[in-house]
């Protein structure tokens, strides 16, 4: 399956992004789909993860309570709102989807599938 995220960009600290990953086909709704992010000169983190179902759902405890992950399976499409935004969050943002890890599983790295990433910069 191929991942497409877009929706990133220049936002003020305190503002809202919504960040959405369509997938390439309908078999999309067999895998659990996360975001996983890297900023700039360091390490992957794990953001966010989404059952196949969409039932159930996990956070990185950098975004919880601010980020919001969910999906449309109809549209082929996942989505992260994220809310509250902090110059800590820029990053380059990565759709990702696993047909075996429950989204607790999921890691930064030994996903089954990677999107190509969209930027999202907070200014303070």
């Known amino acids: 399956v191929q991942l497409q995220a877009s929706g990133g960009g220049l936002v003020q600290a305190g503002g809202s992004l919504k960040l959405s990953c369509a997938a390439s086909d309908r078999t999309s709704s067999n895998y659990a789909m996360g975001w996983i992010r890297q900023a700039p000169g360091k390490e992957r983190e794990f953001v966010a993860a989404i059952s196949r179902s969409g039932g159930s759902t996990f956070y990185g405890n950098s975004v919880k309570g601010r980020f919001t992950i969910s999906r449309d399976n109809a549209k082929n499409t996942v989505y992260l709102q994220m809310n509250g935004l902090k110059p800590e969050d820029t990053a380059v943002y990565y759709c990702?989807?696993?047909?075996?890890?429950?989204?607790?599983?999921?890691?930064?790295?030994?996903?089954?599938?990677w999107g190509k990433g969209t930027l999202v910069t907070v200014s303070s």
């Open positions: 990702v989807a696993d047909m075996s890890r429950r989204p607790y599983e999921f890691r930064v790295d030994g996903m089954d599938y």
